[in-house]
């Protein structure tokens, strides 16, 4: 089992930037790709950016350019760099963790708790 801790969600001006962190432990020799999910109000969780343990990123088309995805595998840590915050950003945005790189969200296995995110003047 993977335990996933995130950190980082608050309140951002439109325009603004936040940095989002998740804490990876328990089973981490399981995880081949970690990924960035969001769920707004009544709607369906979505998928943000993923990547693989030194390898390739992918990112949703809404995002790119803007979101930049990253690992430390010293620190069992993945983050998400947010830039250009627009309002359609806001959402709960969770970390996931799993055994290949992919945008479904059923195939990862571990999830965290997710954390805030509200982009507003």
């Known amino acids: 089992q993977v335990q996933l801790v995130e950190s980082g969600g608050g309140l951002v001006q439109p325009g603004g930037s936040l940095r989002l962190s998740c804490a990876a432990s328990?089973?981490?020799?399981?995880?081949?790709?970690m990924g960035w999910y969001r769920q707004a109000p009544g709607k369906q969780r979505e998928f943000v950016a993923t990547l693989t343990t030194g390898g390739p990123t992918h990112y949703a088309d809404s995002v790119k350019g803007r979101f930049t995805i990253s690992g430390d595998n010293t620190k069992n840590m993945v983050y998400v760099q947010m830039n250009s915050l627009k309002p359609e950003d806001t959402a709960v945005y969770y970390c996931?963790?799993?055994?290949?790189?992919?945008?479904?969200?059923?195939?990862?296995?571990?999830w965290g708790q997710g954390t805030q995110v509200t982009v507003s003047s």
């Open positions: 996931a963790a799993g055994g290949r790189m992919t945008t479904v969200a059923a195939d990862y296995g571990n």
């Open positions: 328990g089973s981490i020799f399981s995880i081949n790709a």
